[in-house]
C-alpha cells in the first residue's frame, strides 16, 4: 500500500475541496517561506534526537516517575533546541520560531521542568538587572550552566504583590541581605521547576534597609550547591503536590531561615542599594512588575497555538468521525456535516487566527514600550499593562472555552487522555489563573478605563486604544457589516464603562468609601473590561489581517475573510443582549444575521480541514490519537489503549487477591 492509500479517504477527499493554497497559508502564519522552512528543518532536527519519546505514555506513569522521565527529556530536548537552533538568530527570533512550533509539546504533555528557566527566571534578568549583573548571569542561564526560576507567589498571596511576607533585610555591617520567611503563609507556594529542578531563583521579597520598606525587589538567589544539589543552609524546598495540569513543571514550595546573600544579589537594573544601606527608588515602581508584563503579551501567543492544536484535533476527527442519520438511507455522515458542529469548532479556528494576530500587535507595542523605557520614557508603560491584562484574561477565558469545546465536540474519545484534549485543557486553564488572575487583570484594566473616561469628560486626549471612548458617546446606528460590529463593540464598552462609573458614583453618593463603591460596582467594571477587551480584539483582528494580507492570493485572502467575518457574527450573536441594551440593532438584524452566520459555516466547511493543517502541526506535536495527519483514529485509539500496563497480563492479581474471595463470600 501506498502512503497515500494509508490516508483515510474522508480526510482525502476533505484536502481535495479547500480552495486555497494550504502551504501559503502555512507561509503566512510562519511569516514567509524562508520562516516555515526554517521551522522544519528545527523540528526535523531536533525531533530526530534519540529517546526523546516515551515507550509508555507518561499518562500511565506515577506522579514521581513522570517528573524523573520528564528531567530526563527535558535534558536530550534542550540540548538538542540549542544545538539545532540558528545562533545568528536573535533571542526574540529564537522563541518565536520555537513557540511557533509548540515543539516543546512534542515531548511534553504536561509542559516541560524547565519552561519557567526559559519563560522567566532569563527574561526577569533580562529586565531587572543591570548591565554587570547581565554580564554575568546571562550566559550562564543562557547555556543552562545554571537552571532557575521566578518565585513570587506564596501560599498566602499570589495576587496582592504588596502583601508579600517574605523579607529581605539588608545588613550594611556585612554588605548582605537576609533572607527569611516569618510565617508559614510566607512559603514561597507555586514556582514551577522550584522543588527539585532549578538551583538559582529570582525571589521576590518585602526590602527593609536602615529600618524602613523599601518595597518588593527582585534578588538572585541560590537554592542548591552547585554539585550535589542540595539545598543550602537556611533554605527549605519542596514540591507541592499533584495538580489538574502541569505535573511534570516541578512546582515546589521556599522557606527562608535568615538566608544570606550578598549585596550585588539585589537585581539593581531599576531600584539601587549602596554599600551603606541607602536606597534610590526605580523611576517609576511598577517596573519591578515588568517580568509580568512580558509574560502576558507572551501569553496571548500561547493561546493561539494551544487552540490550533485543539482545533487540528477536533476538525480532523470531526472530517473522520461518522455518526447517526441525515437522511434516512443516505449512509452515516461525517459529523462535521451537522451544523451545530461547525458552530462548535470554526469559532476555534477563527479566534486562533485573531489571537495570533492581536499577539504580534501587543508584542510591538512590548518592545516600543520597552525601548521607550531604557531611555527613561514611561508614558506608555500604563497603556500597555492596561492592554497586556485585558487581553491576556480574555483570550485565556476564551480559549480555555474552545478548547473544552473541541474536546466535547469528539465525544467519549475527546474524554481519553491519548486524544491529548484534556491535556491541552490542562495547559490553557492554568493560564486562567497564573500571571495574574482572570478577575484581578479584567479590574487592572477597569482602573485605566475609570481613569479614560475623567479624562474624556474633562476633555483630554485619550491613549490610542480607548481613544474610542470619546468618539462613540452617541447610540451607534446598527450595521451589519464588520465596521458597523466593530464600532457597536465599541458603543458597548461605552455604555457599560457608563453604567460602572454611574454605579460608583451612585455608592459614594450614599456615603461609601470609594474602595467599597468601586467594591459594589465591580461586576460591572468586569464586564466593562471585557467589552473593551473584545472591541480591541475585533478592531485589531481587522486592521492587522488587512494590513497583513495584502500580497496573499484571491482565493486565502477570501478564506481568511470569512474567518473574521464569522468572527465577528459569532460574537455579535454571542452578545445579543448587550447590543440590544447599547445600540439600535433591531430583530430582523439580528435574524439577518443568523442567516449571514449560517451561510459563512457553509463557506468555511470546504476549507475547514485545510485551514487546520495550514497550521502544520506534525503529529509528534498534536500528540493525539484523534488528530493525526492521517486520520487512522480508531487503529491508533487501539494502539494506544494496547499500551496500558493493565493490557500486559490477562488475569490481573487484584482477582486473586481481592475479587475472586469477595464473590465467593470469603472476603
Ligand atoms: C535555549 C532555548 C530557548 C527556546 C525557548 C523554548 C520555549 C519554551 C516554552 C515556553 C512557553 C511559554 C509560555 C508561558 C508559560 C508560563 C508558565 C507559567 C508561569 C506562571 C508564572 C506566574 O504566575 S508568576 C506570578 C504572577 N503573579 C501575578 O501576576 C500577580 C498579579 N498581581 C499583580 O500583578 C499586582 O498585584 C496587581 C494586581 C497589578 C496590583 O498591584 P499593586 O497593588 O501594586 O497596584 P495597584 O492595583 O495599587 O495599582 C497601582 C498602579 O500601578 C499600575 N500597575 C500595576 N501593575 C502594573 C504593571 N505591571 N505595569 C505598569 N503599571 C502597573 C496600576 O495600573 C495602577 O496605576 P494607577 O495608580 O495609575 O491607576
Ligand atoms: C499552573 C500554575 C503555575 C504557576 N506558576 C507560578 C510561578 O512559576 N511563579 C509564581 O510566583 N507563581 C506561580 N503561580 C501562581 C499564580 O501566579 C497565582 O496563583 C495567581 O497570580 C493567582 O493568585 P492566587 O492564587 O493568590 O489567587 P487569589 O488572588 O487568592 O484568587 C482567589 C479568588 O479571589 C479573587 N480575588 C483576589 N483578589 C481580588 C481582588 N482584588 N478583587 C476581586 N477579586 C479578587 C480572584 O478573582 C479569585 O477568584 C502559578 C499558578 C498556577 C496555577
Known amino acids: 500500500m501506498s502512503k497515500v492509500d494509508l490516508i483515510n479517504q474522508d480526510l482525502v477527499r476533505e484536502r481535495g475541496t479547500c480552495e486555497f493554497d494550504i502551504e501559503e497559508l502555512t507561509y503566512y502564519l510562519d511569516g514567509d517561506a524562508a520562516a516555515t522552512a526554517n521551522r522544519r528543518k528545527l523540528e526535523d532536527k531536533v525531533l530526530s534526537t534519540e529517546g526523546l519519546f516515551d515507550k509508555v505514555p507518561e499518562d500511565f506513569l506515577s506522579h514521581k516517575e513522570k517528573y524523573e522521565n520528564a528531567v530526563r527529556k527535558a535534558v536530550l530536548f534542550y540540548r538538542a533546541l540549542q544545538n539545532a537552533l540558528d545562533p545568528n538568530m536573535s533571542d526574540q527570533e529564537k522563541a518565536s520560531t520555537t513557540y511557533r512550533s509548540l515543539l516543546p509539546s512534542a515531548v511534553f504533555k504536561e509542559q516541560s ?23 554575568y548571569w546571562l550566559p550562564r542561564a ?21 502583601g508579600l511576607e517574605t523579607t529581605a533585610t539588608y545588613d550594611p555591617k556585612t554588605e548582605e541581605f537576609v533572607l527569611h520567611s516569618p510565617t508559614l503563609s510566607s512559603y514561597k507556594w507555586w514556582p514551577g521547576s522550584l522543588a527539585h529542578t532549578a538551583n538559582y531563583c529570582i525571589v521576590m521579597a518585602h526590602l527593609y534597609s536602615q529600618g524602613k520598606s523599601c518595597g518588593i525587589q527582585p534578588f538572585i538567589v541560590q537554592l542548591r550547591d552547585e554539585e550535589t544539589h542540595m539545598p543550602l543552609p537556611g533554605i527549605k524546598l519542596g514540591e507541592i503536590g499533584a495538580k489538574l ?16 546573600i550578598a549585596r550585588d544579589r539585589m537585581l539593581m537594573k531599576n531600584a539601587q542599594i549602596a554599600k551603606d544601606g541607602t536606597f534610590t527608588k526605580s523611576a517609576n515602581n511598577k517596573l ?68 495570533s ?18 531611555k527613561g520614557n514611561t508614558d506608555e508603560l500604563p497603556e500597555l499593562h492596561a492592554t497586556a491584562c485585558c487581553l491576556k484574561a480574555v483570550t485565556t477565558l476564551d480559549t480555555t472555552a474552545l478548547i473544552e469545546r473541541c474536546r466535547l465536540s469528539c465525544g467519549g474519545h475527546g474524554y481519553m487522555l491519548s486524544s491529548n484534549l484534556p491535556q491541552i485543557y490542562g495547559l490553557a486553564t492554568a493560564a486562567f489563573t497564573y500571571e495574574g488572575e482572570f478577575t484581578v487583570l479584567m479590574l487592572q484594566t477597569a482602573r485605566s478605563l475609570v481613569k479614560a473616561w475623567e479624562q474624556a469628560l474633562a476633555g483630554k486626549p485619550l491613549r490610542p486604544t480607548m481613544s474610542y471612548l470619546t468618539e462613540k458617546k452617541q447610540t451607534a446606528k446598527w450595521s451589519n457589516s464588520i465596521d458597523g460590529i466593530i464600532d457597536s463593540f465599541q458603543r458597548v464598552a461605552v455604555g457599560k464603562l457608563e453604567s460602572a462609573v454611574a454605579s460608583i458614583k451612585k455608592y459614594s453618593k450614599q456615603g461609601m468609601a470609594p474602595e467599597d463603591a468601586w467594591n459594589m460596582s465591580s461586576v460591572r467594571l468586569v464586564a466593562a473590561s471585557e467589552a473593551h477587551g473584545r472591541a480591541v480584539m475585533l478592531s485589531t483582528y481587522k486592521s492587522e489581517l488587512e494590513r497583513t494580507t495584502t500580497s496573499l492570493s484571491e482565493p486565502l485572502r477570501r478564506v481568511l475573510g470569512y474567518l473574521l467575518h464569522l468572527y465577528a457574527v459569532y460574537w455579535t450573536l454571542e452578545k445579543v443582549g448587550d447590543l440590544l441594551l447599547y445600540t439600535s440593532i433591531s430583530e430582523s438584524d439580528i435574524q439577518q444575521l443568523q ?32 488528530g493525526a495527519y492521517d486520520g487512522r483514529v480508531y487503529e491508533r485509539l487501539m494502539e494506544e489503549a494496547l499500551k496500558s500496563p493493565l493490557n500486559a497480563e490477562p488475569v490481573n492479581q487484584s482477582f486473586h487477591k481481592y475479587l475472586k474471595p469477595f464473590m465467593q463470600g470469603k472476603l
Do not use: C
Open 113 to 135: 521542568p524547565f519552561t519557567l528557566h526559559v519563560a522567566m527566571f532569563i527574561p526577569a534578568i533580562l529586565g531587572q538587572a543591570n548591565e554587570e549583573q547581565k554580564k
Open 142 to 162: 543562557s547555556k543552562m550552566e545554571i537552571i532557575g526560576t521566578y518565585a513570587q507567589t506564596e501560599l498566602g498571596h499570589g495576587t496582592f504583590i504588596r
Open 245 to 260: 495540569g502541569f505535573n511534570t513543571v516541578n512546582n515546589g514550595f521556599l522557606g527562608f531561615e535568615n538566608h544570606r
Open 288 to 355: 519591578t512588575y515588568g517580568t509580568m508584563v512580558y509574560v502576558r503579551v507572551v501569553i496571548v501567543n500561547g493561546m493561539a497555538n494551544q487552540l490550533a492544536r485543539a482545533a487540528t484535533i477536533a476538525v480532523r476527527y470531526s472530517a473522520v468521525r461518522r455518526q447517526s442519520e441525515l437522511k434516512p438511507g443516505a449512509g452515516e455522515p461525517q459529523i462535521m456535516d451537522y451544523v451545530t458542529q461547525q458552530h462548535k469548532l470554526y469559532i476555534a479556528i477563527a479566534s486562533s487566527h485573531a489571537f
Open 357 to 374: 494576530l492581536i499577539a504580534k500587535w501587543l508584542s510591538g507595542k512590548y518592545y516600543k514600550v520597552t525601548g521607550d523605557l531604557e
Open 595 to 626: 442567516d449571514v452566520y449560517e451561510d459563512l459555516l457553509g463557506k468555511v466547511r470546504p476549507n475547514a480541514v485545510g485551514l487546520v493543517d495550514a497550521f502544520d502541526f506534525r503529529d509528534q506535536i498534536l500528540n493525539s490519537a484523534l
